[in-house]
């Protein structure tokens, strides 16, 4: 099926599949200790379908035909993607935006757009043999693994750092996936788990470094061009961490281009909070390199990274589409949740509410026009982190069972939250 | 479009739309406070699609020609339903049931069953010309109204018990949903939410009070049987709570069997926790009527009810249907959550998770044969309850970040749980 070949983002090497499995290992030779990956491979299939496909986009048929795999056998037997590109009315007139959808990408099968990394990693593991298939992860990408693994029937290990949320932990857990906590930091467990997969044979699926996880997130570029065939968007807004979704996305619209059922890539809008903001940063700098931060922080989690490790080609591919990196606030965040929840009826974790927060700003800022075909990508399920969305309620105190305190409550409750 | 008449599953009396809005008033004349509700309406359809539909089951148009609206427009714009029925391969291995899918409804916008209920009952509000939707609950029928509300800009208004846990809340608050905590028990929540509704003018959606509540739910079955047509399934498993998913059920297939798409409904096994188990009691006694309990108890919390408000429908239609009711432990359940999540990807609460407990009794008590064709209905997700599937799994200690402690910790860990 499909046949393909690595190219370094870097340098440009090209390499055969049965040459190399993770990155570069010329440009790997610059790896900095927890600085962003040197190296990254991208794939090129030989062959990307000229027609868009007649089956549904979770089908392993049609994935098989536009994903570097050898069968369709391989993908586990667990529907990913497919999810609803919402025509959002009611938001539509909140934002004076008559052209905007939001693909809902909190319904997939472990809550977030990382079941479709994991996929496809997954799919590579079981043509290549491997019965383990390991990450570092403190989240999404390990409930992902977990996830799609236990539906196929490898065996999925996640290394995080032992000061990581517990309740983070138990998704991936209940998948039964081996939870290895380590005394350090999400470095030392990255380390680790390379080290631990070189000994022990198996296979990495660390983010940013197996070339699987950038490819499998394209198929979400896929459906939303698919969807609103023959126009495609003129912006996709995207919650950036360490920019492996964003690079996933131009590179679903990358093969749509080269394939002509595209005849344009819409422009990329790099979302970050302020206080884990290195891609967006560089992207308004005019840097190549994102500057890895000391210390990063925001409300939404999944997107808190010091040093992005996909940041070369996120800040690459964002400016060569002609789009931009913003910053938001985590109260902007909070206020997006509620405002996304409230209008469109998705309930979003605070990292996928960040892309609503990040239109707003992009309207500003005028990097997005009102009257564009505009697509906000909301990658995470609210109830993925139930804790930062009650930050963004107010819960009324207890009435007595009589209807005129009934009265009094909905007298005083604002109405300005609708 | 689909014209209709109400019946009461009590005295047969039957309506016309315009002259009862909720219960056969003839019935409800012997309702005691906080029982099991009297005289509960059927929707009967004056005419059921004697086709399969071309589109697919979330399509509104396809809705509509199944379901009791004027109009497809009634419909909020946001897909339910068109979950996926899988066919678990490594779960049939695991039971020696080669003829067994999973129905996974947690992949609803809010994340359970109970959004088909609300899709219809904010159409008929709308239909109606009410602004307002209230009900009164704790959890999943919450969020479903708040969710589906949003999407369609109708105002929700949710009562709940102010003990009621905080986390439950956060959700419903999300969608907009104005919250009214009621000092008191459900039992007072509910009749508060009713007479709000007669002061207020609003619509009222309470489970088992709403026909259209069962109505909506009947969704589910029309896919399972589409999915597995011309073969009808031998059985389905159904969490039960108060007795409306598995009437919803079985009034989707009655309709199917009406319009000759079936030639015979399944068996439904209705599952309930030991400490909340009023339906199956009556089922395994032979009795009409539920007994209400005392206190009910259960980790499945959406299942626990003193008086299952549905039970004498529910009841009834178990037992013509050929099926049982079934008990499960606790400790069933967390288990049957930890062993569908490994050998499926399917992440349960714990009340979706006693399907699959409820089968293993089944199995045992040769309610269900092995090579029978089962359907497990999957009814919520696990994200909806994290800290109960916590108590399934145990996470392991930290270790340092060495190799040598990585091979002790694997082999430390229990190889049986894969």
Redesign the interface.
Known sequence: MAAFTFICSECGARYRETEVRYVCPACARQQQPGGVTRGVLRVELEHVPERWPAARWSDPQTLASFLPVASSASF????VGCT?L?????LRQHLAMPHLWVK?DT?N???STKDRASLLVIAKAIEYGFDTVATASTGNAASALA?????A?V?A?VFVP?DAP??K???S????A???????SYD??F??SL??CD??GWYNRNTAFNPFTIEGKKTVALEIAHTLAPDPPDAVIVPTGDGVIVSGVAKGFADLVRAGLLTRAPRLVAVQPEGSSAIAHALREGAAAPTPLVSAHSVADSLVVGAPRNGLMAVAQVRASGGAGVLVSDEAILDA??VL???????AEPAAAAALAGLLVALEEGVVAHNERVVVLVTG????D??A??R????????????EA??E??DD?PES??
Chains 1, 2 share one sequence.
């Open positions: 586990p037997p667990l529907p609803p919402l025509p959002v009315a009611r809902d319904r099968p472990s809550g996830c799609l693994a236990a539906a029937g065996r290990v032992a517990h309740a932990l138990v998704q857990a209940s998948y039964g081996r939870l290895v906590p380590v005394t350090g030392d467990a380390e680790l080290a631990a000994r022990f949740l509620g929840a409230r209008t469109t009826g998705v309930f399920s609210g109830l993925k139930v804790g969305a009650a963004a309620v107010r819960l009324p105190d207890p009435i007595p069972p009589r209807l009934v009265a409550a909905l409750a939250r609708r």
